[in-house]
């Protein structure tokens, strides 16, 4: 992670296309600017600051005045810490809704912590080579608290109730289910995996999950799904987006979606 400042005394136009390998959060403290990030602009304000999403092609206008603080944060580092928080593997990279609102309270509190991060910059308390165990401890924080209050492809595994005291053999079988969620398998594939018998796997979800391995197979990809679905790319379909996560009865998965998500998957891939 890095922080910078800088000011522009002239209007710019910039195109740096898709960043690669880090996100930018760009919160102008004077002045405006015009962003564009994938198929979404931002009116970048000192109330709606923008973020850019790696893999997403961009375009700005920076205003003559504007003074903007900047956080850049490693797009792998950034995956790991959702993975971690979250306690299992992203089908894909986290995509955030490029528009940052600090009129909402969780995203005002999350820049309340950021401008003490800065304070702390300025009296060479972080981001400084003395400090490199408070410093991972701070990223991570940050990291934690944005994913949390930003809007983003990946923020409804947050709504997901963790299974209770799991055994060993249904964290097996899970672990295995989350490796292969668009593969064919099998309640027998799963539980050679986890080393016992399908029966014994049963009784095993049943009682930590409150669903059998096939349900929680069916809600996994299901999430998946969903996840693809809200960072589509223009000429992606929802067909596309069912079948490659398994699910060949278009009608079904249809049915399964909107009880899961409130919306039919079309209507998810139009706002998208």
């Not at 401008?115 to 972080?126: K, S």
Request: hydrophobic share 35%; with cysteine.
């Amino acid at each position: 992670m890095s922080l910078n400042y800088i000011r522009y005394g002239a209007d710019v136009e910039i195109e740096p296309g898709e960043l690669g390998s880090f996100y930018l959060i760009q919160i102008p403290l004077t002045g405006q600017a015009w962003v564009r990030n994938g198929r979404h602009d931002v009116c970048a304000t000192s109330s709606m600051p923008s973020m850019l999403n790696p893999d997403r092609y961009t375009t700005m206008r920076w205003h003559a005045g504007c003074e903007k603080l900047l956080l850049q944060i490693d797009r792998d580092t950034l995956r790991r810490t959702v993975e971690h928080l979250l306690g299992r593997h992203l089908p894909g990279p986290v995509v955030f809704h490029p528009a940052v609102d600090f009129r909402r309270p969780e995203m005002r509190r999350w820049w309340q912590r950021l401008r003490a991060v800065v304070r702390a910059t300025e009296d060479d308390r972080l981001f400084c080579a003395t400090n490199g165990l408070s410093q991972r401890l701070v990223e991570e924080e940050l990291i934690e608290a944005f994913f949390t209050s930003q809007p983003s492809n990946a923020d409804h595994y947050l709504d997901i109730e963790p299974c209770g005291m799991a055994p060993a053999h249904v964290k097996r079988a899970q672990r295995f289910i989350h490796e292969h969620l668009r593969s064919a398998i099998t309640i027998g594939d799963i539980a050679r995996a986890a080393g016992v018998t399908p029966r014994t796997l049963q009784l095993g979800f049943r009682a930590a999950c409150g669903m059998t391995p096939l349900q929680y197979l069916r809600c996994e990809r299901l999430y998946g799904a969903h996840y693809d679905l809200m960072r589509a790319e223009p000429g992606t379909t929802v067909a596309h987006v069912a079948y490659d996560w398994g699910f060949t009865h278009l009608g079904r998965f249809s049915r399964d979606y909107r009880q899961a998500f409130g919306v039919p998957p079309r209507d998810r891939l139009r706002r998208s």
